[in-house]
């Protein structure tokens, strides 16, 4: 079993930046395929973007292009996922996930789950 604790979610304004941070405290993740979705209130959970377990290839629904950007530090054993210019409909609650594939994360085949943190973007 791998915990995945999610850190970075807030409250912002339209055009604004955060980073999310995804950790798995005392188990390392690096041989997963990590990705998050978000869940905004009424809406099914959706992926957004994955990162393969070597970090080389990365996967963005088309909605974030452009904007949004994954990375992980396998010596921190932690993925992040930059957001920039913000959007009100970028509102959801974002869940880290991983799996033994980005093509997996993308089917919702998810070995793990975090615990979710909110995002609010105000117009």
């Known amino acids: 079993q791998v915990r995945l604790d999610e850190s970075g979610g807030g409250m912002v304004q339209a055009g604004d930046s955060l980073r999310l941070s995804c950790a798995a405290p005392?188990?390392?993740?690096?041989?997963?395929?990590v990705g998050w979705f978000r869940q905004a209130p009424g809406k099914e959970r959706e992926f957004v973007v994955g990162i393969t377990w070597n970090g080389r290839s990365t996967y963005y629904v088309d909605s974030v292009k452009g904007r949004f950007s994954i990375s992980r530090d396998k010596a921190k054993n932690t993925v992040y996922l930059q957001m920039n210019s913000l959007k009100p409909e970028d509102t959801a609650v974002y869940f880290c996930?991983?799996?033994?594939?980005?093509?997996?994360?993308?089917?919702?085949?998810?070995?793990?789950w975090g615990q979710g943190t909110q995002v609010t973007v105000s117009s």
């Open positions: 005392g188990r390392t993740f690096n041989s997963y395929a």
């Open positions: 996930a991983a799996a033994a594939g980005v093509g997996d994360l993308e089917q919702y085949k998810v070995d793990f």
